[in-house]
């Protein structure tokens, strides 16, 4: 099944998570809005001063050098009186601009003279004066339901008073992986280890991953390679959990047990993926047995290796966990640069090669394309999207994705 077809499939499962939550705003960031934040006033409230300097009326200076008295003196969060003709008034930055007056003139172009103030240069109507409204108008919505919430999206709530929002309720998520080959770092050392075995990366990254998606996450463990040790943890996390994850165990091999595990308890949807690194890939629902939630829970598995696993996740994972929470805009952004590299053989898969951007915003290509070699992830800063079949000449047009959008 090609990539696009295997998203389509994932995304058409994806049902929002049930009843939102409120939260403090100040606690919201990377939260998924639940709906539209509508303003229920103007901001700003009123017309106000761009600069610290004199508000004046432009007919009462008609050239440089003019004198006019000052009047009066208005601070942020003071409304001054109307201004009298032929006099200015002293304003600050962010204070309400008087009725009457029609441009701010900066301090910078005034001067003190004679108890009032020198003009020194012709104000034109509407200069530093911030309109009312021109930020956000009353009853427009500033944020749509959908929305990930970002620290300026924060701010922009906290602007039309919204102290609290209601937010998609996170993900709960069990993580696992398989394999008797798997040791947890830190509980045997470097010099000790069985022959064969090697430490557990996938969980690591993969937990990261998920919790700056806003999940919650259960760290269900190494799971051996057998099959009804299998089937009993994906029992008991389907009882709590919207979405089980597994690294590992989803290929067709005898000690491969997590494919027919997900057939006994639910059912499997795809498991083949036309893409490099990242072929193996299992989807699924797994029946809720004894528990207070409804349905099923949703099941991936992905490959063992750490670099086909994580670029697995980002593909396939990071959207499908984005829409559970309402996120309906899930594709990250593509850019076309120039490579720095060339490929000498097409491969029959869609590839995602490891790359990083040079001084010049050429892509240079990491030296070990192979899906074991995490090395390539931490050095490169995007990933490039290659069409099957299709070699890459020096100087081509490719279509970079940075990794910046994907771990965001």
Same mark, same amino acid.
């Given at each position: 099944?090609?990539?696009?077809?295997?998203?389509?499939?994932?995304?058409?499962?994806?049902?929002?998570?049930?009843?939102?939550?409120?939260?403090?705003?100040?606690?919201?960031?990377?939260?998924?809005?639940?709906?539209?934040?509508?303003?229920?006033?103007?901001?700003?409230?009123?017309?106000?001063?761009?600069?610290?300097?004199?508000? #004046? &009326?432009?007919?009462? @200076? +008609? /050239? *440089? =050098?003019?004198?006019?008295?000052?009047?009066?003196?208005?601070? !942020?969060?003071?409304?001054?009186?109307?201004?009298?003709?032929?006099?200015?008034?002293?304003?600050?930055?962010?204070?309400?601009?008087?009725?009457?007056?029609?441009?701010?003139?900066?301090?910078?172009?005034?001067?003190?003279?004679?108890?009032? #103030? &020198?003009?020194?240069? @012709? +104000? /034109? *109507? =509407?200069?530093?004066?911030?309109?009312?409204?021109?930020?956000? !108008?009353?009853?427009?919505?500033?944020?749509?339901?959908?929305?990930?919430?970002?620290?300026?999206?924060?701010?922009?709530?906290?602007?039309?008073?919204?102290?609290?929002?209601?937010?998609?309720?996170?993900?709960?998520?069990?993580?696992?992986?398989?394999?008797?080959?798997? @040791?947890?770092?830190?509980?045997?050392?470097?010099?000790?280890?069985?022959?064969?075995?090697?430490?557990?990366?996938?969980?690591?990254?993969?937990?990261?991953?998920?919790?700056?998606?806003?999940?919650?996450?259960?760290?269900?463990?190494?799971?051996?390679?057998?099959?009804?040790?299998?089937?009993?943890?994906?029992?008991?996390?389907?009882?709590?959990?919207?979405?089980?994850?597994?690294?590992?165990?989803?290929?067709?091999?005898?000690?491969?047990?997590?494919?027919?595990?997900?057939?006994?308890?639910?059912?499997?949807?795809?498991?083949?993926?036309?893409?490099?690194?990242?072929?193996?890939?299992?989807?699924?629902?797994?029946?809720?047995?004894?528990?207070?939630?409804?349905?099923?829970?949703?099941?991936?598995?992905?490959?063992?290796?750490?670099?086909?696993?994580?670029?697995?996740?980002?593909?396939?994972?990071?959207?499908?966990?984005?829409?559970?929470?309402?996120?309906?805009?899930?594709?990250?952004?593509?850019?076309?640069?120039?490579?720095?590299?060339?490929?000498?053989?097409?491969?029959?898969?869609?590839?995602?090669?490891?790359?990083?951007?040079?001084?010049?915003?050429?892509?240079?290509?990491?030296?070990?394309?192979?899906?074991?070699?995490?090395?390539?992830?931490?050095?490169?800063?995007?990933?490039?999207?290659?069409?099957?079949?299709?070699?890459?000449?020096?100087?081509?047009?490719?279509?970079?994705?940075?990794?910046?959008?994907?771990?965001?």
């Amino acid at each position: 099944m090609s990539l696009d077809d295997a998203l389509e499939a994932v995304l058409a499962m994806a049902a929002r998570v049930d009843a939102p939550q409120t939260v403090d705003t100040f606690d919201a960031d990377g939260r998924v809005l639940w709906e539209d934040a509508v303003s229920e006033l103007r901001v700003p409230p009123l017309d106000n001063s761009a600069m610290d300097g004199y508000a #004046v &009326r432009c007919a009462d @200076v +008609p /050239k *440089a =050098g003019i004198v006019l008295p000052v009047s009066q003196r208005i601070p !942020a969060g003071h409304v001054g009186a109307p201004l009298a003709p032929a006099t200015a008034a002293r304003i600050f930055t962010g204070a309400p601009v008087p009725q009457g007056a029609d441009a701010i003139v900066m301090q910078e172009d005034t001067e003190p003279a004679d108890g009032g #103030v &020198r003009i020194n240069a @012709v +104000p /034109k *109507a =509407g200069q530093w004066i911030r309109r009312a409204g021109e930020d956000i !108008a009353l009853g427009s919505t500033i944020l749509k339901a959908g929305t990930r919430l970002t620290p300026a999206a924060l701010g922009l709530a906290a602007s039309i008073g919204l102290g609290q929002v209601q937010v998609a309720r996170k993900p709960r998520v069990a993580l696992f992986s398989t394999g008797d080959e798997l @040791v947890t770092p830190g509980t045997v050392a470097p010099g000790d280890m069985p022959p064969g075995s090697i430490y557990n990366s996938n969980r690591y990254f993969l937990r990261a991953l998920l919790q700056r998606l806003g999940c919650e996450v259960t760290d269900c463990g190494i799971v051996p390679d057998n099959r009804e040790a299998t089937i009993r943890v994906m029992q008991d996390a389907a009882r709590s959990h919207d979405l089980i994850l597994s690294t590992a165990g989803v290929s067709v091999g005898e000690e491969d047990h997590v494919k027919p595990a997900v057939e006994y308890l639910g059912e499997l949807n795809l498991w083949k993926i036309s893409m490099k690194p990242g072929k193996p890939f299992a989807f699924g629902q797994i029946q809720r047995s004894g528990s207070s939630l409804e349905g099923s829970a949703h099941f991936m598995g992905l490959p063992g290796n750490p670099v086909s696993s994580f670029v697995t996740f980002l593909m396939l994972v990071r959207p499908f966990i984005l829409r559970l929470q309402g996120v309906q805009d899930v594709a990250p952004r593509v850019f076309p640069v120039r490579a720095h590299f060339e490929t000498r053989a097409a491969d029959t898969r869609r590839e995602f090669l490891r790359v990083r951007q040079n001084e010049d915003g050429a892509v240079e290509l990491f030296s070990n394309q192979s899906s074991g070699v995490l090395t390539s992830a931490v050095w490169g800063d995007g990933l490039v999207d290659n069409p099957a079949m299709t070699t890459i000449a020096k100087g081509d047009i490719v279509r970079y994705i940075p990794l910046a959008e994907l771990l965001q």
